[in-house]
C-alpha cells in the first residue's frame, strides 16, 4: 500500500463507531447512480470504502465491487459485514488513491464505475480524476458523494450547541464540511472536467432524519481521530457533557439530509 501523506486515523474503536452508528444511502442515491450510468457493466470500484457503506448494498446491483481502503480496522469490518450479509462478489483491499494506478495490470477490462463517498478530501484529487478517467470503460465514469452535513456543521440549534461543545473539548474549530460545502464540490467538478470526464453535473437526494442521542454520539465519536477517542472510562463523562450542552431531546434530533453525487462520464 502506499500512502499519500497524513491521513485521518479510523482504526480501533472509530472504526466500530463507524459500522454502528454512521448513516448508509438510501436506495434512491443507487437509484441515481443507476440513472447517471444505465449502461455501466464490470468492476465497480469503492474507493475509500470505510466499513462498507456504499460497496455492501452496491454489491446487490453490480458484478463484482472493489472495496479499498486504507485503514485495516475499517476494511476489516466491511469485509465481517459481507460475510454476515452472504455477500460473494466483493472483494476488499487495502490501498490509497494512490495504488490506484496500479488497478489497471489486474483489471484489463477497467473499471465500469468508481465511488468515493465522504472521503475525496482525504485525497489527491486531480492525480487520481486522472487515473480513473484512464481505468474507466465506455459507458461508466466516476461518482464523488458526500453524505450530508457534518453533525456539528448543521444549520440548527442543537448543531451549533454540539460545536460549541466540541470545539470546547478539543481546543479548536472542528472541520466545516469534511468535502461536503458547494465550494469543495465547484473544486471537484472543475478537475473532473480537466481529467477528461464529461457531462459532470450534481445530483441531490433530499431526506429528512432524526438521530437519537445515541445515534448522534456514537457518530461524533466515529468521526474523532483514534487519537483523541476519550478513554473508555472516560467516554459516559463525556457523553454526559455533550448531553447537557445540547437543547432537551424531543423525539430526537431532526436533520435535513442532502446526499450530493457529483458524477462525471468516463
Ligand atoms: C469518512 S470515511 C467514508 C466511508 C464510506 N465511504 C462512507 O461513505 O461512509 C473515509 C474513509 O476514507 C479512507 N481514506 C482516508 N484516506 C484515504 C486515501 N488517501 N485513499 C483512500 N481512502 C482513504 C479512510 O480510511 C476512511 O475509511
Not at 472504526?15 to 443507487?30: E, F, I, K, S, T
Not at 474507466?136 to 460545536?163: C, E, F, K
Not at 478537475?191 to 453535473?201: I, N
Request: charge should be negative; charged fraction near 20%; hydrophobic fraction near 45%.
Amino acid at each position: 500500500m502506499t500512502t499519500t501523506g497524513p491521513i485521518q486515523d479510523f482504526s480501533g474503536d472509530v472504526a466500530a463507531y463507524y459500522a454502528a452508528y454512521r448513516r448508509g444511502y438510501p436506495p434512491a442515491v443507487l437509484d441515481a447512480l443507476r440513472s447517471a450510468f444505465p449502461t455501466a457493466d464490470g468492476a465497480v470500484l469503492d474507493l475509500g470504502c470505510g466499513t462498507g457503506q456504499l460497496a455492501l448494498p452496491l454489491a446487490g446491483r453490480a458484478r463484482t465491487v472493489i472495496g479499498m481502503d486504507p485503514e485495516p480496522a475499517m476494511l476489516g469490518l466491511a469485509r465481517a459485514a459481507a460475510e454476515r450479509q452472504g455477500i460473494r462478489n466483493a472483494l476488499w483491499l487495502l490501498g490509497s488513491d494512490a495504488d490506484v494506478p496500479a488497478l489497471a495490470g489486474v483489471l484489463p477490462e477497467g473499471l465500469a464505475l468508481t465511488v468515493i463517498g465522504n472521503a475525496v478530501h482525504w485525497m489527491r484529487h486531480e492525480e487520481l480524476f486522472r487515473a480513473l478517467h484512464a481505468l474507466t470503460r465506455p459507458g461508466g465514469g466516476v461518482a464523488v458523494i458526500a453524505n450530508g452535513t457534518p453533525v456539528w456543521a448543521q444549520d440548527s440549534d442543537w448543531s451549533r450547541a454540539l460545536h460549541r461543545a466540541l470545539a470546547e473539548h478539543f481546543g479548536r474549530p472542528l472541520a466545516a464540511s469534511c468535502g461536503t460545502a458547494a465550494a469543495d464540490r465547484d473544486r471537484y467538478a472543475a478537475a473532473l472536467a480537466a481529467a477528461g470526464f464529461t457531462d459532470v453535473h450534481e445530483t441531490v437526494v433530499d431526506y429528512p432524519d432524526e438521530l437519537t442521542f445515541e445515534q448522534l454520539l456514537g457518530t461524533v465519536w466515529s468521526a474523532i481521530p483514534a487519537s483523541e477517542l476519550p478513554a473508555p472510562a472516560d467516554r459516559p463523562a463525556f457523553a454526559d457533557r455533550l448531553r447537557a450542552a445540547l437543547p432537551p431531546e424531543r423525539t430526537g434530533y431532526p436533520e435535513h439530509v442532502r446526499v450530493s453525487l457529483l458524477t462525471g462520464r468516463g
